[in-house]
């Protein structure tokens, strides 16, 4: 495993910074807001007894898996379902990514040589 996590939270429209927020600081460094539109019934309103507004905002987040708890309980606090933003939020397990790592060092650089070097090893 390379130890991400992504964590999506699903909430009311207007809602998605108070999640940004909470998933901050616990150390997520950003995400990516993607506006959608809930499908639920009255069923489901009513056996949840809340009113359910169709305009949805859904964050996707991706953390490292040793602080991906600490950011799923921060959200829960500040966005879940008994808060304004009535926010529902899950975490899937993340095989590969490309693009970022654990600790973001310095990109690496092609020497002369042809190998990798860390900008601060050049130096």
Known sequence: MNGFEMILCVVNAGYSEL??????????RGGTVIHARGTANKEAEQFFHIAIQPDKEIVIILVSSDI???VLHAIYQNAGLK??????AFSLPVDD?????KSS???AEKTEEGTEENKEDKE
């Open 19 to 28: 999640v940004m927020d909470a998933a901050r600081e616990e150390g997520a």
């Open 97 to 101: 990514v490309v693009g970022i790592s």
């Open 68 to 70: 991906k708890d600490k």
């Open 105 to 107: 060092p310095a990109p």
């Open 83 to 88: 808060s304004e933003g009535m926010g529902i």
